[in-house]
Structure formats: C-alpha cells, structure tokens
C-alpha cells in the first residue's frame, strides 16, 4: 500500500494533482464501467476544468461547493457540499467518492468527518445525507460519522442526519 506524504484533507480542486486526479478518476471510470469522454477534455485544458469547479458554484439549483482529498500529490476523491437542501427534498447536503485506488482504507470516513466541519462552517446545524439502500459501504461511513437513520425518500434512498457541532 502506498504511503501518503501527510494526512489527507479536503482542499479546493488545485492543479497541483493533476496526474493523481486524471489517473485515479480514470481507474474510478473503468472500475465503475462508467462514461469516460470527459476524461479527455479535462486532461487537455486541466486548469480550466479546475477553474470551473473552484468556488462557490450552482449545481442542482442551489449553492455548492466542490472539494477534493488530497495528500500531496495524491487525489483520493471528491466531496460536494450544498449549502442548502434542494427544494424538492431529494438528495442531500454531502455527496462523496473515492476513487478506486484508495477505497477501503477509511479515506471515506475522513472525508465525510471533515466534509461535516466545512457544512458547520456555512451554518449547517443539521446535515442531511442520503444512500441508496444497497450501497452497504457508504452507509458504513454515514454512521461512522454519527448518521441517524431517518425513512427514505421520493427517490427510494435512506436518508441520514448528522448533528455537525462536532
């Protein structure tokens, strides 16, 4: 197993990772079988592709911030944090991944850990973070991180909250 240079921790998508970012979405593709066309766009003009994930952004309608794990040169995944709660009622505040390469070393329970600190951070008391029932993985980190189990969704996802105060 590689040893990561420090701790991981979310920062704002950076160039600085572009090999580790385009190499570990690119084994998260083929692992997953899903649409790699946008690979090839984003390694061509990468400080735009960045760019354009930097900041404060509207995803899905409402406000949402976009950030990466990283260690270093290492790009282990990807944390969305919506500032608010979609209308409709599906979704939630925090959606995650890691990237194949690094699953199943705990990088998803840090992640969400410091994903819950940044929603503190904008006012979020209470976050909601939502499942799809066969995904027993993720649903391993949601209580790991102190995730209360509250129904399912329109969408047929279990829904969890999480306290943020820490």
Do not use: C, K
Not at 7 to 28: C, F, H, I, K, N
Not at 44 to 55: C, I, K, S
Not at 106 to 115: D, S
Not at 123 to 138: H, I
Request: glycine content about 14%; proline content about 6%; cysteine-free.
């Amino acid at each position: 197993m590689i040893e990561l240079p420090e701790p991981p921790r979310l920062t704002a998508p950076s160039t600085d990772v572009r090999v580790g970012y385009l190499v570990g979405e690119q084994a998260d593709v083929v692992a997953r079988g899903t649409d790699d066309a946008w690979l090839g766009p984003a390694s061509r003009d990468f400080a735009a592709f960045v760019a354009a994930r930097t900041g404060v952004v509207e995803r899905w309608g409402v406000p949402s911030t976009l950030l990466w794990f990283t260690s270093g040169p290492y790009y282990l995944g990807t944390l969305v944090l919506r500032h608010r709660l979609l209308e409709h009622g599906y979704g939630g505040h925090i959606g995650y991944h890691v990237v194949a390469p690094w699953r199943r070393q705990g990088h998803a329970t840090a992640m969400l850990a410091q994903g819950l600190q940044h929603a503190r951070d904008l006012g979020v008391d209470r976050a909601l973070l939502t499942v799809a029932p066969e995904n027993e993985w993720s649903r391993r980190v949601v209580l790991a991180n102190g995730g209360v189990p509250d129904g399912r969704n329109g969408e047929g996802e279990d829904r969890f909250w999480i306290g943020t105060a820490g």
